[in-house]
């Protein structure tokens, strides 16, 4: 087939046709991730422009104040990141803060440098658990000797802008119903490989942009642990993280189920590490996946019906979550199949059509990046990959999570996952939690 007869086909076929077979990609991702996402960003960039007086005055309360900070940072095996990270701490603009790094159950020297950087100041207090009790057992430990009036969890593998914590921080100081931030993400070396690449488009897109769209319309939902500030008192009422995995988007519905706000602060961007190859991606995805089934549609569906813990903003932040995620995933066969079934004879016009399609709209989204970033010359160099991202996003990921959704609706798989302690795993299927 020949570019003009591809051509003079969607030329004849006509607008009516291309609406009957690309009806998923009209209605669902062009209308929600292309245009919608433009026209709520547009509004809240207008937003932030009329209240940057408040954010300046915001500014001003949280460097009168100087509130103390506990920086904690449980994991295991990281003892290769805890100085890049700690190195990354000490050029921050913010200074008043305490860092406790927490070693669960580590395997390799991350107790010998853990312990060092202890003795030479370098950290405040070095925790270790012997015996591996998971990442929310090592947040909680660390959650105990934290002295801050807020609590900042990292990853060890993140490193920082310099103004990161305050920007993170004077959010608290412009609405007092806030019951915790969330920080930018960004992938800190895109061009490393093809499969690096391509999250630091998805990272662009789903937490850049997706984060500030569902912040603004107060549906924000996750507040990543690796990197993500929480008021302490808060975290005292939701008695810390339960067992993960999914433990990010856990804790923060436990939050906003109390009746507290939810912010993200773009301004606050951190930079992490990500799986340099699709095998260990899909790992991390699985795992990932699994949690909206584990704690949006199991543990915390007390928020769909009248009750305690009922409200409407948090019953649309959950539904829109599954609605996107889970219900999508399931039409996109029906879309497929209806290709397949129905328009057969004609897949050698239609597949290149949705190759073009995608990618046009991965290129409309990733021109609002590159409108809203102030580092966009950087982000240009991702641009090569942007057709790619129909294979990724479209085939891969979907393929992804299919397989976690599946595992943990009819299999609670989660519960297995080597990621958590078989013995924590089994007293959290007991409690539900």
């Known amino acids: 087939m020949s570019i003009d007869e591809f051509i003079a086909f969607w030329t004849s076929a006509g607008a009516a046709k291309a609406l009957r077979v690309f009806w998923y990609f009209f209605a669902f991702e062009v209308s929600r991730y292309v245009l919608f996402d433009f026209v709520v960003v547009l509004f809240y960039k207008g937003d932030r422009y009329m209240k940057r007086g408040n954010r300046e005055s915001a500014k001003e309360s949280l460097w009168a104040e100087l509130p103390f900070v506990s920086v904690i940072v449980p994991g295991k095996n990281e003892g290769k990141h805890i100085y890049k990270l700690v190195q990354s701490l000490s050029e921050q603009t913010y200074k008043n803060f305490e860092i406790i790094v927490v070693d669960d159950g580590s395997d390799d020297k991350t107790a010998l440098i853990g312990r060092d950087m202890e003795r030479n100041g370098l950290i405040t207090l070095f925790l270790s658990n012997e015996v591996r009790g998971g990442k929310a057992s090592a947040a909680n430990l660390a959650f105990r000797y934290a002295k801050g009036k807020y609590i900042l969890h990292l990853d060890a593998d993140c490193s920082f802008h310099r103004d990161a914590i305050e920007n993170i921080l004077f959010p608290f100081y412009m609405d007092p119903q806030l019951g915790a931030v969330g920080g930018n993400l960004e992938v800190r070396d895109p061009g490393k490989n093809l499969c690096t690449s391509l999250q630091a488009i998805e990272y662009l897109k789903t937490i850049s942009i997706g984060r500030m769209v569902t912040s603004y319309l107060g549906i924000y939902s ?132 949705n190759l073009l399609l995608y990618t046009l709209a991965n290129t409309l989204q990733f021109l609002v990046v590159m409108i809203f970033s102030s580092d966009y010359k950087d982000k240009l160099k991702l641009v090569p990959y942007l057709p790619l991202m129909v294979f990724y996003n479209g085939y891969y990921m979907r393929i992804v999570k299919t397989i976690a959704h599946f595992r943990e609706m009819f299999m609670w798989s989660s519960y297995n996952d080597p990621w958590n302690p078989s013995k924590s795993s089994q007293q959290a299927k007991k409690y539900h939690l």
Do not use: C
């Open 222 to 353: 996750i507040i990543s642990g690796a990197f993500g500030m929480f008021r302490k008192d808060v975290l005292d009422q939701v008695k810390g993280w339960d067992i993960g995995p999914g433990l990010d988007g856990d804790i923060t519905m436990k939050i906003r189920k109390l009746g507290y706000r939810i912010h993200f602060e773009p301004s606050a961007i951190g930079l992490t590490n990500v799986p340099n190859t699709f095998g260990k991606l899909g790992k991390q995805r699985l795992r990932w996946n699994k949690s909206i089934v584990r704690f949006r549609m199991r543990k915390h569906k007390d928020v769909f019906y009248p009750g305690e813990h009922f409200r409407f903003v948090n019953f649309f932040a959950s539904a829109e979550n599954i609605f996107f995620n889970v219900i999508l995933n399931i039409l996109w066969y029906v879309h497929i199949s209806d290709m397949i079934i129905n328009f057969s004879d004609l897949l050698i016009y239609i597949l290149p059509m």
